[in-house]
């Protein structure tokens, strides 16, 4: 299995095994749950040597138990790291290839020497989803399908292969 499947496959675990501590609080205190849904992802994504943080851009996400750990993450691997190790056009190509003719496609944060790609598109429920790639980080701005999961495990292996011990 791939290590990013293996890191998600890892989170959804650890969010299983506190369900009913998630349920029986969400309602009361959500930022309790909150804390928690990223004390889990740091924990995680330390056995991966990166930080992998939990996202709610619509706070009433956060009610829907069921979500936790499908949509809206950062995976970041260095943040101080400006440059792609691997030409930028090979991953707009891959992404290209991976979400289809109806994607979009293009450099983004190329600024003070750093470098980026954006990657807008429509998933498979029709619903938009966008991905930022950075040198040191990318975030899912979506609910993580087959065709996103696969994507990702690539970029973790033919991008994000170096690593920083954290």
């Not at 609080?25 to 990223?38: D, E």
């Not at 950062?74 to 891959?94: G, L, N, Q, W, Y």
């Not at 429509?122 to 619903?127: M, T, V």
């Amino acid at each position: 299995m791939d290590e990013f499947s293996r890191l998600i496959g890892d989170l959804k675990d650890n969010i299983q095994s506190n369900r009913e501590f998630f349920r029986l609080t969400v309602q009361k205190n959500p930022f309790t749950v909150y804390s928690k849904l990223n004390e889990l992802a740091l924990f995680v994504g330390s056995r991966y040597s990166i930080v992998l943080e939990i996202h709610f851009p619509d706070h009433k996400k956060i009610y829907d138990i069921n979500r936790y750990g499908t949509e809206n993450m950062s995976i970041i691997i260095d943040k101080f790291r400006k440059t792609f190790p691997v030409a930028r056009e090979s991953i707009k190509d891959e992404a290209n290839k991976r979400f289809g003719p109806y994607s979009i496609v293009v450099d983004a944060y190329m600024y003070e020497a750093k470098e980026g790609v954006r990657v807008k598109f429509r998933n498979k429920l029709g619903e938009s989803a966008r991905l930022e790639i950075l040198p040191g980080s990318f975030h899912i701005w979506a609910k993580i399908d087959e065709t996103i999961e696969e994507f990702c495990n690539w970029l973790m292996s033919n991008v994000y292969y170096k690593r920083i011990k954290n």
